[in-house]
């Protein structure tokens, strides 16, 4: 069957499941460039056309990858990339938590646009994120500078990763945002308080990042695969303390799982797809993957349909989860709102 399409905003209209191109940086390991390059094309061959790329990750190897992806199919891909993150992820060259920081200054935004519109070889995105909001630069200043990029017609389209319910407002009223991006899974739900209902009520898009919590809800998470240069190791719920825990919370999604003949990945991707049409929005996740074979599996979760009951057990798998969804809270909504 076709994937469908979502209006993600006015004019952006976009296929009901996207990829998160970070996996095509060697962030969960590491990659082969043409292998994440054949990947990208099985994805559009399958009509997932909504790729998300930042210009963070691998330092701008995911964005030159995509970009070997546009050159000849631009015209089918609906591009989203980000700015405002300060030291790569992924790679040898990878900054370290302490090192990152954030620059949502209007000069950077100016600057990053070019330097993504080079490595990605197109003359315009279709959607550009604030990657995260820089607690030293007033909002209504960033997305004043994304909306002069909008009437230079490099960026069609605004977004932000990781606004707080408020900030989101505040920025919707200097510039329309098409698209809110953050942490939404079965077992991360904090933005369910104060960002979604802030976004259903803007009519606002919304895009889970890590819907499948960084492969953890999936049936090919082994934690002895977990290695080193792994980003999953900076986070809480992946430590030795946590993760037996968090491993019951994986058991209860695959009893939903094979109660429907589906796998883990494909329940967590049904669910969120579920809950937001509970709360009245236009919903896309972006699961991210090294492997063709994989983004089928994800894409075969739009046919997946949970009963009622089965909703009501996997909402109360986020109480059950231990560690917090970042090490620095304060980098996420979660941690100033």
């Not at 009901?16 to 043409?34: H, K, N």
């Not at 997932?48 to 992806?69: P, Q, R, W």
């Not at 510039?175 to 209902?197: N, T």
């Amino acid at each position: 069957m076709p994937v469908p399409t979502v209006e993600l905003a006015p004019g952006l209209t976009v296929s009901a499941q996207g990829y998160g191109a970070m996996s095509v940086a060697p962030v969960y390991g590491g990659t082969d460039p043409g292998e994440a390059l054949a990947t990208l094309h099985h994805a559009v061959d399958l009509g997932v056309t909504f790729i998300d790329t930042a210009n963070v990750y691998g330092d701008g190897l995911s964005e030159t990858v995509v970009g070997k992806l546009l050159k000849d199919r631009r015209d089918e891909v609906q591009l989203a990339t980000k700015f405002g993150l300060i030291g790569a992820l992924g790679g040898s060259n990878a900054a370290g938590p302490r090192n990152r920081r954030i620059n949502g200054r209007p000069e950077y935004a100016r600057q990053a646009i070019d330097e993504s519109l080079q490595r990605l070889g197109v003359e315009s995105v279709d959607l550009y994120y604030l990657h995260r909001v820089d607690p030293e630069v007033p909002i209504e200043e960033t997305v004043g500078a994304l909306a002069e990029l909008v009437r230079a017609g490099k960026v069609r389209n605004i977004g932000l990763s990781e606004a707080t319910g408020d900030e989101l407002r505040r920025a919707h009223a200097v510039h329309p945002i098409a698209a809110i991006q953050s942490e939404w899974s079965i077992v991360s739900r904090d933005v369910e308080k104060h960002v979604v209902p802030t976004a259903a009520e803007l009519a606002i898009g919304f895009v889970p990042y890590s819907p499948v919590s960084r492969g953890l809800l999936t049936d090919a998470f082994d934690a002895t695969q977990v290695e080193e240069k792994d980003l999953r190791r900076r986070f809480p719920r992946f430590a030795e303390d946590a993760l037996p825990g968090n491993l019951k919370v994986r058991g209860e999604v695959r009893a939903v799982a094979d109660e429907l003949d589906a796998t883990i990945a494909q329940v967590a991707l049904a669910w969120l797809d579920d809950k937001a049409r509970t709360f009245g929005l236009p919903s896309v996740s972006i699961p991210g993957t090294r492997f063709a074979e994989r983004v089928t599996e994800n894409v075969g979760a739009l046919d997946v349909t949970l009963d009622r009951e089965q909703v009501g057990r996997l909402d109360a798998l986020a109480d059950l989860v231990v560690g917090p969804r970042a090490a620095d809270p304060t980098w996420v909504s979660l941690g100033r709102e």
